[in-house]
Nanobody, 118 residues
Framework: QVQLVESGGGLVQTGGSLRLSCAVS????????MGWYRQAPGKQRELVAT???????NYVDSVKGRFTISRDNAKNTVYLQMNSLKPEDTAVYYC????????????WGQGTQVTVSS
């Protein structure tokens, strides 16, 4: 059973920083890509950032230059470093992973709340 366990959310003031972590059960190499999504109240879930197994990254325009996705293969963990946070970044952030082979099943973490106060 694949599990994605997020941590690192919290309350921060505008301009502050947070780092989210997503620990993957099993080998991180089983997944391609991995990424982060977010869902604000009353809005649809949106892609924030993804990283392929080869290291290619993709970001939604609203976070470019502020957020950085990275991975530590030895720890089977994906990170999202969030700097210069804005109130509009407030949302529940979800880790996402898609199996690299076979059925390409998609998995989600339980979500972690990020709240940016103005």
């Amino acid at each position: 059973q694949v599990q994605l366990v997020e941590s690192g959310g919290g309350l921060v003031q505008t301009g502050g920083s947070l780092r989210l972590s997503c620990a993957v059960s099993g080998s991180i190499f089983s997944f391609d890509p991995m990424g982060w999504y977010r869902q604000a109240p009353g809005k649809q879930r949106e892609l924030v950032a993804t990283m392929s197994s080869g290291g290619t990254t993709n970001y939604v325009d609203s976070v470019k230059g502020r957020f950085t996705i990275s991975r530590d293969n030895a720890k089977n963990t994906v990170y999202l470093q969030m700097n210069s946070l804005k109130p509009e970044d407030t949302a529940v952030y979800y880790c996402n992973a898609r199996l690299r082979f076979g059925a390409r099943t998609q998995y989600w973490g339980q979500g972690t709340q990020v709240t940016v106060s103005s």
